[in-house]
């Protein structure tokens, strides 16, 4: 993983994008003030499909999955039931 700070990567994005291109990076990371703020990927590294739909049919939802919403957002608000 390769850091670079916002003036790096606005004055040399295409140089960036060839280290992405010929593989020799997998990611990089674009900081403000020290602080990683975005991330530079090759469009082959994204694959959408590992995203959504990944826990599908791990569990169940129940059917009284609502049941106590308005007592948790009570809690939330810190009211009482």
Request: glycine share 6%.
């Amino acid at each position: 993983m390769h850091t670079v700070n916002m003036l790096e990567a606005k004055s040399n994005l295409s140089r960036l994008i060839k280290i992405l291109e010929y593989r020799k990076e997998r990611e990089i990371i674009i900081a403000r003030n020290g602080r990683p703020v975005a991330k530079l990927v090759s469009m082959e590294t994204l694959t959408h499909d590992q995203r959504i739909g990944v826990a599908k049919g791990a569990f169940e939802v129940p059917d009284n999955i609502d049941a106590y919403d308005e007592e948790v957002a009570k809690l939330f608000l810190g009211g009482t039931f």
